[in-house]
């Protein structure tokens, strides 16, 4: 699974520290996720898409057992 965490933190002007704050975790967790090293649970997920005012369809993006982006 990528995501596009980076992308929507940026454009909503958040450091990793703001967002990680803001979901309850270290900053370390979000920079894991921003480059695809850690999943993050179900709940987590549903917080940084609120906290970046999207759905997740958009925070991630599924990959097929290839490796190739669906969406």
Do not use: W
Request: overall charge positive; proline content about 3%; some cysteine.
């Amino acid at each position: 699974m990528e995501n596009r965490i980076k992308e929507y933190r940026e454009k909503n002007g958040l450091s990793q520290g703001k967002l990680a704050e803001l979901c309850n975790v270290s900053r370390q967790t979000i920079n894991a996720i921003e480059n695809n090293k850690y999943d993050p649970s179900l709940q987590l997920a549903f917080d940084i898409a609120k906290n970046l005012r999207v759905v997740m369809e958009d925070l991630f993006i599924p990959l097929d057992k290839g490796g190739k982006k669906h969406g």
